[in-house]
């Protein structure tokens, strides 16, 4: 068995496996946070929060409703993205005369809000969601068991993924969005209505939130605190990435996740802080990150 | 992060003290405050469920009826030990506390453990586990009562190293618990001619174990052990089931599990976990009905160890306290060491020079579905470890007050 | 008592503060010298340090308009360095690197509690060169966006390092002889030392944000392009105005380690950044008095709510939104407002 710096080959590609998978989910919420920044500017710090409810909704669908794991994946990023409408024109709308910061401010408290809300109602010990009894069981690759499951993780992200990215930059809605970044009031002269556009473009990355977290509830336990945790290493992925750009989010957060699960094999200790490295050199040879314009 | 401390008393048990009977006791008053992790990781195996269980010591040993008026206090450390030794400290200098009781999360332990030593008081552990408390951090004003992660790594390994786990690969958590719960279970294991394949240290919490688990896949061991807690063991457990782990011939070994773990994982997941616990509320006659009663005051839920051990602690501190006439810190320590205790909960007891309350230690197997009569039906005893090969021997531990 | 506090109002610059300033002044130096005699004397200690945290990241936020979101790597590194110093003295050298062991080069024995916090206090300093040399070049929510990460980097750092004894962090930090004779173990000679420091701290930093250097802050804050284009080298005024503000917080930390005798994660933690964000934000962004009084009465919420647990993060995200959407001037602020004056 052939080795590379004494791990052996198919182990490692059994890891590479496993850092896509993690990236699909950096890529799913890198991508709604740089979508919502692109459009209004704002850094959303509840987009872990929203994570964490997307998978709530679907263990509340599930265990109270019975409605299962595919619908769950249709109706949570609706009706979670619903409450995202909801809190763009009830409080950030109200924001967009001032400094941008208190866009994250105000997101900031509203996450504090809703994990402690939560907290208190179900614990932190986690709640389980079973798997779709579709994709129970796995495969063997050679190198490693794939569960059906991580494999549809990765296809549904990156059709996901594709679909936002061919939705703004490649049709008219989406040259709309970008055109209104640039110069709302030119975009109104034509007679589109900016307003909605952007509460829509809020509550579209706050759905893409909460089907990130429907894709995690049956793998990772349904957790108050499941967003807290990683919401910072998403806003790392968006930074290097460059804020605001669609592909750079896509791309960097797949790149991330493979080269966390590297560092999961060579030095486990340093996985979590691995991608914050990464973030502090690319700052200091590209202030705007990899994919970002100069602002 | 906050200062803690000017809590709600949750009055337990009033009575007038009658005559001069309780001369010593200060301010006419025992003060017990709770300490434990209200809302975070360790709120269901101890959280509330532990005021539950020190109420009912109160109620039990009929303090009203002997003229001792008790006070409990409730504090949430949110498992952080500055927060933990500040309301310590606040317990202690304003609210006039006598005993602070639980605490779960070793590096608290180990904050309050210093306050308490300092302002001269009680501490009384039953959720914390780090074996330190009885060892080089013992004092003349603390009991550890429960369990260590000594009794467990022994528990645990000695168990399953003699049923044949003789190939071991560690899933450490990456912090001073998870690597001394590591360290004590190689040792145990490497003693009885096992060997140790490989081990990872994950950062913690984790929420992503599948790299881990592949690792410990393509390690070949027979044994997973998880030296790790709560969510993350959880975790580990679930997502090993998913990747085919138990299915391939491996099997884990957790080496902190509570029934509230195994609740919230489901015997589908579950079965087949050796885990060491010191008490499970289908042992026997009276841990049963003691149990039921518990479970009616809390939600339905049965007791874990850590809230039953709050229950014998706390009962055998008043017994304590009355014997010796007085609420003061070393001196109720020492009485609690002087005599036996004695409890439906855990039976026969003793608490050792070194602090340690040594008792027998239970060997559980979680079952199969089909095995499990209904909800909280989880484990079958698999063997029952004596009190006196249960915990760390004193002279081991290296704590000054044993000589 | 009266004669300190009314040299101490005396030394507010006179030709720079206005009469209701040190009025202001003479009612906060006066709660926290009588304070004591009713309130836990502990909690107050608490928070000056804190108000002094406060107050120095104010001097970021609040006169250069940069907000950090990653102040927590200051006051918590501060407290580890104050606190492994104060209890073990500081030793360079002797741990092996790369296979090869690299002999003792310095060993000193425990600090006097001065120098534990100097020392802390030069940590955060050089800290924030170094994270202030990355951060500084971007602005707005780029800025906070990098702090914050780079406060992550700190904290993950701090798990891992074997000086900071991981999620145990330092315990039982002897509170030892200021200057070699005034034991700090006694309440009355702690809270003294506190105090000083704090009104010590908060005098310096009136006197920068009124001084020449203070009003370049501020007109850099107004409009960049502007002061460039008057002449000012910008990036070096936002540095040291960064720099400095770290190295209050580190001054700020350490003491908060010596009272509490104890260093841990919790310091360098992201939520403790948001802390100080609330803090001033509730009191009132760029006044001089109001990061103190937001961080007396978030404190004061806090230990209410201790035994409620999640109920003090909710009540956090309240306040926040609150502040956000209604009451953008903060307590001070708008008492300022109110009575036509500026705090």
Known sequence: MSEIFGIPTQALFGQLLIGLINGSFYALLSLGLAVIFGLLNIINFAHGAQYMMGAFCAWFLLNKLGVGYWWALLLVPVIVGATGVVIERVMLSRLYQLDHLYGLLLTFGLALIVQGLFRNEYGSTGLPYSMPKELEGGRNLGFMFLPNYRAWVIVASLAVCLGTWFLIEKTKLGSYLRAATENPQLVRAFGVNVPRMITLTYGFGVGLAAFAGVMAAPIYSVNPLMGEHLIIVVFAVVVIGGMGSIMGAIITGFVLGLVEGLTKVFYPEASNTVIFIIMAIVLMIKPTGLFGARR | ?403 | MATTVSAMAGSLPRAQSSLHQRVAFLVMVAFFAIGPLVIYPLFLMKVMCFALFACAFNLLLGYVGLLSFGHAMFLGTAGYVAAHTAKAGLTVGGFKFLGASVPVLLQLPPFNPEFAVLFGAAAACLLGIVSGLIAIRRQGIYFAMITLALAQMVYFFCVQAPFTGGEDGIQAVPRGKLFGTIDLSDVTAMYVTVFVIFISGFLLIYRIIHSPFGQVLKAIRENEARAVSLGYDVDRYKLLAYVLSATLSGVAGATNALVFQLAALNGVYWTMSGEVVLMTLLGGLGTVFGPAAGALVLLSIENYLALLGSWVTIAQGCIFVACVLTFRRGIVGELGRALKKSL
């Open chain 2, 1 to 403: 992060m906050s200062l803690g401390g000017r809590t709600l008393g949750v009055i337990a048990a009033l009575a007038l003290a009658a005559g001069g009977a309780h001369a010593q006791i200060s301010d006419g008053v025992i003060k017990v405050g709770v300490m434990n992790d209200q809302s975070g990781t360790y709120a269901d195996l101890a959280g509330p469920g532990s005021v539950v269980a020190t109420r009912m010591a109160v109620e039990d040993f009929g303090a009203a009826k002997k003229g001792l008026k008790v006070e409990i206090l409730v504090a949430d450390h949110q498992n952080k030990p500055e927060v933990g030794s500040s309301i310590a400290r606040q317990w202690y200098d304003v609210d006039k506390v006598d005993l602070i009781l639980d605490v779960p999360t070793s590096s608290v332990v180990l904050a309050v453990n210093q306050v308490t030593r300092e302002k001269n008081k009680a501490l009384i552990v039953s959720t914390g586990a780090t074996v330190d408390l009885t060892g080089k951090a013992c004092s003349p004003n603390a009991i550890h009562w429960t369990y260590d992660t000594w009794s467990l790594a022994n528990g645990t390994g000695t168990a399953v190293v003699k049923s044949g786990g003789n190939t071991w690969f560690f899933l450490t958590a990456d912090y001073a618990f998870g690597h001394s719960l590591e360290q004590q279970t190689e040792a145990v294991v490497l003693k009885l001619g096992g060997k140790v394949l490989g081990k990872v240290r994950h950062p913690f919490p984790s929420a992503d174990m599948s790299s881990f688990l592949l690792q410990a896949q393509t390690s070949k061991a027979k044994i997973i052990g998880l030296a790790n807690a709560g969510a993350d063991t959880i975790n580990a457990i679930k997502q090993g089931a998913e990747f085919g782990i138990v299915k391939g011939g491996q099997q884990f070994a957790g080496l902190l599990v509570f029934l509230t773990d195994v609740h919230s994982l489901g015997l589908d997941k579950a079965q087949g976990l050796f885990l060491t616990e010191a008490f499970y509320w289908d042992l026997n006659p009276q841990t049963r009905a003691w149990s039921q009663r518990f479970a009616k005051l809390h939600k339905g839920a049965m007791p874990t160890m850590a809230q039953a051990g709050v229950y014998s602690a706390m009962l055998h501190y008043l017994k304590a306290v009355e014997a010796a006439k007085t609420d003061d810190g070393p001196k109720v320590i020492a009485k609690m060491k002087e005599m036996p205790s004695e409890d439906p909960v855990f039976g026969k007891g003793q608490v050792r020079q070194d602090g340690r309350h040594i008792h027998d230690m239970y060997l559980f197997e979680v079952k199969k579905p089909s095995e499990s009569k209904g909800p909280w039906d989880y484990y079958k005893v698999r063997a029952t470890i004596p009190a006196d090969q249960a915990f760390r021997p004193e002279k081991e531990g290296g704590c000054p007050l044993v000589k």
